[in-house]
C-alpha cells in the first residue's frame, strides 16, 4: 500500500511561488498516476493537476494552466508542484493522489491513494 506525504506549503503574497512536494512510500512509485487536487473552505475537492508513470503526459485544471507545472522523479518517489504566479483564489489545502492504472485521471473519485494535505494560504 503507498502512503503519500505533502510537503512545501506555506503562506504567500499574490504573485509569488510555491513547490509542493509529494513523497511515496510503501509500492511501485513508477507505475503509479499521480495527482494533485485541492479543496477550498466550503467547496467541493476539485482537480489541478496530474502525470502518468513516465512523466510524458500531463492534464491540468483550466485555472492553473501557464501557472502550475506538474512533475515527477521516479527515481526519488516523488511527484512535485511548482505553482507560479499565484492568486488568492489559490488559497486551499492541497493533497497528492495517487492511481495504480495506466490512464491519467482528472476527477477525485478515481484515485485510491491520498496524502493529507498541505495549506497553501495566498494574500492579496
Known amino acids: 500500500q503507498v502512503q503519500l506525504i505533502e510537503s512545501g506549503g506555506g503562506f504567500v503574497q499574490a504573485g509569488g511561488s510555491l513547490r509542493l512536494s509529494c513523497a511515496a512510500s510503501?509500492?511501485?512509485?513508477?507505475?503509479?498516476?499521480m495527482g494533485w487536487f485541492r479543496q477550498a473552505p466550503g467547496k467541493e475537492r476539485e482537480f489541478v493537476a496530474a502525470?502518468?508513470?513516465?512523466?510524458?503526459?500531463?492534464y491540468y485544471a483550466d485555472s492553473v494552466k501557464g501557472r502550475f507545472t506538474i512533475s515527477r522523479d521516479n527515481a526519488k518517489n516523488r511527484v512535485y508542484l511548482q505553482m507560479n504566479s499565484l492568486k488568492p483564489e489559490d488559497t486551499a489545502v492541497y493533497y497528492c493522489?495517487?492511481?495504480?492504472?495506466?490512464?491519467?485521471?482528472?476527477?477525485?473519485?478515481?484515485?485510491?491513494?491520498w496524502g493529507q494535505g498541505t495549506q497553501v494560504t495566498v494574500s492579496s
Open positions: 493522489a495517487g492511481r495504480r492504472a495506466t490512464r491519467v485521471a482528472t476527477t477525485a473519485h478515481e484515485y485510491d491513494t
Open positions: 510503501g509500492g511501485t512509485f513508477s507505475t503509479i498516476v
Open positions: 502525470i502518468s508513470w513516465t512523466g510524458g503526459t500531463t
